[in-house]
């Protein structure tokens, strides 16, 4: 039988920089709530029986790279846009057993461009993991106009993205010649620019030469990446993906708690990422 306080954490394979307890810890605080909120770290190989274990214990998880598409099989009820967009980034279990799954990264991106209109425009994604599939759907309901997603290997992923009904996609090999001159939106979706690659940029200068100037580079990573840091230099609108992190968080944390997500919640939680981040 489970305790009255609710046991909520973050699963993945590297949770090193995960800033998810910092700002959810500020949520429960927030709210009053009592709860906690942890990592658990799970290696690929043990993630069958580790991920079992976790789903007995705890009340809700957050889900990150890379068990957003396997977690589905762990899932009773999957909720509609979870479906849609085929991978899963947040888990509640109820008091009964059953183990559902949402997706929140959906909103984290979408709102966290409500002060761009990207109507009409060209999108480049750079990876094709849980996260770009969401920010594919994402930008498919902002009425982009057409989108490229490169990765690096074609054959593996193209068939499990999802299938866009009212806009243009094309997935193309991930390299480092692609001509990316007519994109208006270009999006990270790639680990390249984050820990030990830190150093690294999933494009060379010459390719983010191309870009027209006042074009939007957005990278997942919520730091100042070095590709970030480049397109400034080429006066491009430069975001990072820490706004989408608070923004998915708070929509994990009410559907766990059933608290409203309103700016109050919101507010505190990128409060405590900024004093975390500084």
């Known amino acids: 039988m489970r305790d009255e306080k609710l046991s909520l954490g973050v699963v993945g394979a590297t949770l090193k920089h995960s800033k998810s307890p910092e700002i959810q810890a500020a949520a429960i605080a927030h709210s009053k709530i009592d709860a906690d909120y ?17 789903l007995m ?11 957003k598409e396997t977690i589905l099989n762990y899932i009773n009820k999957v909720d509609k846009l979870a479906k849609r967009i085929g991978a899963v980034n947040t888990v509640r279990i109820n008091r009964g057993g059953l183990i559902e799954g949402y997706n929140t990264d959906y909103y984290g991106f979408k709102e966290s461009l409500k002060y761009h209109d990207l109507k009409d425009k060209n999108v480049t994604i750079l990876g094709g993991g849980g996260a770009a ?16 997603v490169r990765i690096r290997n074609v054959d593996k992923v193209v068939n499990n993205l999802p299938r866009l009904e009212n806009c243009e996609m094309k997935v193309e090999l991930f390299n480092r010649e692609s001509d990316i001159s007519e994109t208006n939106v270009l ?3 790639t680990p390249l620019g984050q820990g030990r690659l830190s150093g690294e940029m999933p494009l060379t200068s010459a390719q983010l030469d191309c870009l027209k100037e006042g074009s939007i580079v957005y990278d997942l990573i919520y730091s100042d990446t070095l590709m970030l840091q480049e397109a400034k230099k080429r006066k491009c609108h430069a975001i990072n993906g820490s706004e989408m992190l608070v923004l998915q968080g708070a929509e994990s944390f009410s559907i766990w708690t059933g608290t409203e997500l309103n700016e109050a ?14």
Do not use: C, W
């Not at 214990?57 to 068990?67: D, Q, S, W």
């Not at 599939?133 to 989108?147: C, Q």
């Open 133 to 148: 599939r969401a920010v594919l759907i994402a930008l498919e309901d902002l009425e982009v106009a057409r989108i490229e």
């Open 57 to 67: 214990k705890l009340h809700g998880m957050n889900i990150t790279i890379p068990y």
């Open 265 to 278: 919640l919101i507010s505190k939680m990128r409060d405590a990422f900024h004093a975390v981040a500084a």
């Open 187 to 189: 999006i990270n979706a």
């Open 38 to 54: 942890n990592k658990y770290e799970i290696d690929p190989d043990n993630f069958e029986s580790e991920i079992r274990q976790l």
